[in-house]
């Protein structure tokens, strides 16, 4: 049996657009809202503690914050200042040292979503404590060396692939500084984790392409004299 027109083999074009479309790989490009989305972490995280600090605390307080179940664990080591009444609230910084961690981390555990967990997380106990206890003006220079540092790195196209020397020439150029070591450490574990990737999966990208792939294929066609059935093929009625 022969065609007896040209007529568009649907079924054929729609096999091609769909080839088209899966051939195209996920689309990956520079996000520069990247940089101002970490930056934010890190104002979160430095918020959180300049919100504590600003704070008055009693041993009420402390003992209450203890009671949760997640900080029941410092509860053995936090020494509590035997000079003041339970009901006497003293300003963050009289507090001893345990008592501050204290309020820290019932601070952390009461943030909201996962920003400031995460960089809570890649600090060591030594770090919290000199951030718990710089004054304002070191405290704001570290936040500011930070930034720049933020800014100078996510400013540049860094893949996936690219991250660990990226994390590894930072931290060479933290070593360079000149600050304190306490300084360097805290700085280098806060970047370990607000360095990412800028160049990420685009949903929106990756679907465009495949669309352009897609509406690219040009129909198929069965020509006028084209067989379409061998003579002897039968043909069921389904």
Do not use: C, W
């Not at 008055?56 to 509590?80: A, R």
Request: charge should be negative.
């Amino acid at each position: 049996v022969q065609a007896p027109v040209t007529i568009e083999d649907t079924e054929q074009t729609e096999i091609n657009r769909e080839r088209a479309r899966s051939s195209v790989p996920d689309a990956y490009v520079f996000q520069p809202a990247i940089l101002e989305q970490q930056v934010e972490q890190a104002e979160e995280f430095f918020n959180l503690i300049y919100s504590i600090r600003e704070n008055e605390y009693s041993t009420v307080d402390i003992n209450e914050m203890l009671e949760d179940s997640v900080l029941s664990n410092l509860m053995d080591i936090t020494s509590i200042d035997s000079q003041r009444t339970e009901a006497q609230s003293v300003p963050f910084g009289q507090l001893e040292d345990t008592e501050q961690l204290v309020v820290y981390n019932q601070a952390v555990l009461a943030s909201e979503g996962d920003s400031v967990r995460e960089l809570d997380e890649s600090l060591s106990v030594d770090s919290i404590t000199t951030l718990l206890t710089v004054n304002n003006e070191a405290l704001n220079q570290l936040q500011q060396q930070i930034n720049d540092l933020l800014a100078s790195v996510l400013s540049s196209e860094i893949e996936s692939t690219d991250l660990n020397q990226i994390l590894s020439d930072v931290n060479q150029y933290i070593s360079e500084l000149d600050i304190d070591s306490e300084s360097k450490g805290i700085i280098s574990e806060l970047m370990q984790e607000l360095v990412v990737p800028t160049v990420v999966f685009s949903e929106s990208e990756t679907e465009k392409r495949r669309e352009e792939a897609e509406n690219a294929v040009q129909p198929s066609y069965i020509l006028q004299g084209q067989i379409i059935v061998q003579e002897g093929h039968i043909i069921n009625q389904t």
